[in-house]
């Protein structure tokens, strides 16, 4: 598939909220159960080194009541909880995306996406007890890219016969 969309992160775990917030912005109409369907919890089955993978919830994301009805205390701390972290579904449902992210893990989740339009161009290993961050762009398809074209050389066209012509 073409790419659509970039992200480009800069720590694991912040690029993997990019993908998912990604995925929502080229498919805004997506239910809580379409996006389960499109990021199934297989693609995250544990986190690396088993950290409490056996009483935590599993997955690339969990619903914010899920993750609320949770231990404070080290399990929500799994998640990107903040304000600004958790995305909506387009159904109201809240999610948080799981922040423990390692490279395993990352990288089956960037080559699952790759099917959506979605690519990955850079990640970098954050710095301890620094919030990373990502970026998220829009890529311009081939056709429209290709209409640009032809309607800027119209354009051109049309102010080169008002330049010879129009006086």
Not at 105 to 132: N, P, T
Request: hydrophobic content about 40%.
């Amino acid at each position: 598939m073409q790419p659509k969309i970039k992200v480009r992160g800069k720590a694991m775990n912040r690029t993997a909220l990019g993908i998912v917030n990604a995925y929502i912005q080229l498919h805004p109409s997506s239910t809580l159960a379409q996006l389960k369907t499109a990021f199934p919890d297989s693609l995250y089955d544990e986190v690396e080194g088993g950290f409490f993978n056996t009483i935590r919830p599993i997955g690339v994301f969990q619903t914010k009541a899920i993750v609320d009805g949770l231990p404070a205390k080290n399990l929500q701390q799994c998640h990107f909880m903040k304000d600004d972290e958790i995305l909506k579904t387009s159904d109201g449902t809240q999610i948080c995306v799981t922040s423990s992210w390692g490279k395993n893990a990352l990288d089956r989740l960037i080559k699952h996406v790759a099917q959506f339009g979605i690519i990955v161009e850079e990640v970098k290993e954050g710095e301890s007890f620094k919030r990373g961050e990502y970026e998220i762009t829009k890529l311009i398809e081939r056709n429209n890219l290709i209409s640009l074209y032809i309607i800027g050389g119209i354009i051109f066209l049309l102010i080169l016969l008002f330049l010879f012509f129009g006086r």
